[in-house]
């Protein structure tokens, strides 16, 4: 079925979700090198870069959607999952006020949103996300970021069962490996989401809103 994507991802009620772009993710101080590297290759970063410039252009809202762990992890499940318990046997892995948590400085804007949480992989739940967005009167989330394993299908998923509709930049998001993140995108982010370029969107949101 073919997208209407000036009406789907319309400034007047949509916003950009930039899923971990930090530092300590993807960034001079990532612990996750497969990652980074797959991300290289597909220009994510400059991708998702180029994409959040065009919607604060537009007017389209940029949210920040950013992982930290406090030094005493109060706040945080460290436990109840497999690849959290591996992540903090760094003990100084992503804390609150180091560099790791910090957005990578292509994505950062001092205009843009944040919103911060301390558990779990997605960025609706325990957070407020859901009660900005609506504040701001938003109906369709544009999704970009890390990762296609965890973090970008939870935000899909949560955000579809809040009645949100749902953009993915197919090329300013990455898995590893590469290969499941593709298979991700093809099987579980296309029931999800409408999948786009971050060309297809900004050229979208570059064109003159009808009056």
Known sequence: MAIDLA???????????????QRGVVGDLAKFPELVKVSDERNVVANA???????????VRV??????????????????????????????????GTGAIEVMPELRDPADLESRRYHGFSPFTGTSLDQTLRGLRIRTVVAAGLSLNLGIPGLCLEAVNLGYRVVVLTDAVAGMPA???????????????????????????????PS
Not at 7 to 21: G, K
Not at 86 to 93: Q, V, Y
Not at 181 to 199: E, F, K, P
């Open 63 to 96: 949210v920040q959607c950013t992982a930290a762990f406090r030094a005493d992890r109060a706040g945080s499940h460290t436990d109840n999952c497999p690849f959290i318990k591996g992540l903090l046997r760094d003990p100084n892995h992503m804390l609150e």
């Open 179 to 209: 290969e499941y993140g593709d298979a991700v995108m093809a099987n579980t982010i296309s029931l999800l989401a409408a999948r786009v370029t971050a060309d297809d969107l900004i050229t979208a949101w570059q064109t003159p809103l």
């Open 49 to 59: 870069a180029r994409a959040a410039e065009a919607a604060r252009a537009a007017g």
């Open 7 to 21: 009406e789907l991802a319309d400034p007047r009620h949509t916003a950009m979700l930039v899923m971990e772009m």
